[in-house]
C-alpha cells in the first residue's frame, strides 16, 4: 500500500539555522513521483518540487535543497539560512505512475517554525 | 499565467443553506480536483474531473455534496444543505495530462474558508 510519513509533527529553529524535513514513502510501484508543497499561513497551497522515481540526483533551488534517496525510500526536504518566511506547513507527496488516476497520496504535513 | 481561480475566499453561512464553491482551472489543463482540508482529517480529495468528465467521487461524504463540470474553464461543488461538520477549507487543484504515467502536479487555488454556523 501507498504510504507517506512526516515523523516530524513540528520544528522550530531560529533564523539562519539549517532545517531538514523528513519525508519516507512506501510503495510498490517502481515508477512513481514524489512532491513537496508549501502552506504559508495564509493558507493556500504552493508547488515546490515534482522528482521522478529515476532521478536520484539531488536538487537545488536557491536556499531550497531536495535528497532523494531510494535505498531508504526518502526525499528529505533542506532549507539552509532558514529564513521567518519559510515559517509554513511543508507536506510530501507520492503518486504512482501505475495509478491512472494520478491521485496524490500525503503526508500528514510538518509545522516549521522560524523564530527571528 | 493566471493560476487556479476560486471564489468566494470566505463563506460563512447557516446551517441548512446551500452552499457553492466556484473553480477556474489554469487554462489548457486536463485534470480538476476538489479537496476538503481539516485539522482533524487532513487533506482529503473529494472528486477529480478529467476533460470536464467526473471520474472518481469516492471521496464525496454524503449526497449533499455535489460537483459539476460544465466546461473546461468552470467547475463549481454544492453542499446542500450545509452542516457545522462541513466547515473547512476546500481547496481546487488542476493538472496537465502530458502522456501515461507524468503525473503532473496539481496546481492549487487559495481555497474557500468555509463556516457553517
Known amino acids: 500500500a501507498q504510504k507517506v510519513t512526516q515523523a516530524q509533527t513540528e520544528i522550530s529553529v531560529v533564523e539562519k539555522e539549517d532545517v531538514t524535513l523528513d519525508c519516507v514513502y512506501e510503495?510498490?510501484?517502481?515508477?512513481?513521483?514524489l512532491f513537496w508543497y508549501k502552506q504559508p499561513p495564509s493558507g493556500e497551497l504552493v508547488f515546490l518540487i515534482r522528482?521522478?522515481?529515476?532521478d536520484e540526483q539531488n536538487e537545488i533551488s536557491g536556499r531550497y535543497s531536495w535528497n532523494f534517496q531510494k535505498s531508504t525510500s526518502s526525499f528529505n526536504f533542506t532549507i539552509t539560512a532558514s529564513q521567518v518566511v519559510d515559517s509554513a506547513v511543508y507536506f510530501c507527496?507520492?503518486?504512482?505512475?501505475?495509478?491512472?488516476?494520478?491521485?496524490?497520496?500525503w503526508g500528514a504535513g510538518t509545522k516549521l517554525i522560524i523564530k527571528p | 499565467d493566471a493560476g487556479v481561480i476560486q471564489s468566494p475566499r470566505h463563506e460563512v453561512t447557516e446551517m441548512g443553506q446551500e452552499v457553492t464553491l466556484r473553480c477556474k482551472p489554469i487554462?489548457?489543463?486536463?485534470?480538476l480536483f476538489w479537496y476538503r482540508q481539516t485539522m482533524m482529517r487532513g487533506l482529503e480529495l473529494l472528486i477529480y474531473f478529467n476533460n470536464n468528465v467526473p471520474i472518481d467521487d469516492s471521496g464525496m461524504p454524503e449526497d449533499r455534496f455535489s460537483a459539476k463540470m460544465p466546461n473546461a474553464s468552470f467547475s463549481t461543488l454544492k453542499i446542500q444543505p450545509s452542516e457545522p461538520r462541513d466547515s473547512a477549507v476546500y481547496f481546487c487543484?488542476?493538472?496537465?495530462?502530458?502522456?501515461?504515467?507524468?503525473?503532473?502536479?496539481?496546481?492549487f487555488g487559495d481555497g474557500t474558508r468555509l463556516s457553517i454556523l
Open positions: 487543484a488542476s493538472s496537465l495530462y502530458r502522456g501515461e504515467g507524468s503525473n503532473q502536479p496539481q496546481h
Open positions: 507527496a507520492l503518486s504512482e505512475a501505475m495509478d491512472s488516476n494520478y491521485q496524490l497520496i
Open positions: 522528482r521522478n522515481s529515476f
Open positions: 487554462s489548457g489543463h486536463d485534470y
Open positions: 510503495t510498490r510501484d517502481t515508477t512513481y513521483y
